[in-house]
T-cell receptor, first 115, second 114 residues
Framework: DTEVTQTPKHLVMGMTNKKSLKCEQH?????MYWYKQKAKKPPELMFV???????INESVPSRFSPECPNSSLLNLHLHALQPEDSALYLC??????????????FGEGSWLTVV | GNSVTQMEGPVTLSEEAFLTINCTYT??????LFWYVQYPGEGLQLLLK?????DKGSNKGFEATYRKETTSFHLEKGSVQVSDSAVYFC?????????????FGTGTQLKVEL
């Protein structure tokens, strides 16, 4: 069973809406991630937070805005999205740093549809 | 840079058949290697992992051995079930360079039929 919890599981939003995806983990991990996954493709990294600070932004458009309020929570704020942003958004967490045996654990994902 | 190459799918097998999904990698140093599974409509689940050469990861009847000499981490199962139908992703996590990032293969869809 995953210990990374994502809400909502499904979200439909219009192109002018503002919405947020939420993620929570209680494994004591200090690295948290957002990935985007299109159908039949591997996940693509969007953002990495390490110790609540943004450490990697994979050139993601500004209509996606991440936030890490504390070590257990990660949000993804969505504004003025395009239909091509419709995808599965996966949150993940791990210990921070390049440590042998470090494992990234994923949540169940939030299915986003932009209309 | 780091990369992972998986065999193309879909792979279609009859129930109780033997499964092999090939995975090879390119990386600096000795990365950790993973297999993740994604069932229809769900997120990614960690299936198994290996963190150093000759380690064997195993879970739910699946196995994979970290082969440094052939830079491979092939997934095997002796007898597949219909419930194993899913997409399987091979991935590596670097110890040197590459940042705090997983590198995924393209995924291999497995279909198991009665």
């Amino acid at each position: 069973d995953t210990e990374v919890t994502q809400t909502p599981k499904h979200l439909v939003m219009g192109m002018t809406n503002k919405k947020s995806l939420k993620c929570e983990q209680h494994m004591g991990h200090r690295a948290m991630y957002w990935y985007k996954q299109k159908a039949k493709k591997p996940p693509e990294l969007m953002f990495v937070y390490s110790y609540e600070k943004l450490s990697i932004n994979e050139s993601v458009p500004s209509r996606f805005s991440p936030e890490c309020p504390n070590s257990s929570l990660l949000n993804l704020h969505l504004h003025a999205l395009q239909p091509e942003d419709s995808a599965l958004y996966l949150c993940a967490s791990s210990r921070s740093g390049l440590v042998r045996g470090n494992t990234i654990y994923f949540g169940e994902g939030s299915w986003l549809t932009v209309v | 840079g780091n990369s992972v190459t998986q065999m193309e799918g879909p792979v279609t097998l009859s129930e109780e058949a033997f499964l092999t999904i090939n995975c090879t990698y390119t990386a600096t140093g000795y990365p950790s290697l993973f297999w993740y599974v994604q069932y229809p409509g769900e997120g990614l689940q960690l299936l198994l992992k290996a963190t150093k050469a000759d380690d064997k990861g195993s879970n739910k009847g699946f196995e994979a051995t970290y082969r440094k000499e052939t830079t491979s981490f092939h997934l095997e199962k002796g007898s597949v079930q219909v419930s194993d139908s899913a997409v399987y992703f091979c991935a590596l996590y670097p110890l040197t360079g590459g940042g705090n990032k997983l590198t995924f293969g393209t995924g291999t869809q497995l279909k198991v039929e009665l």
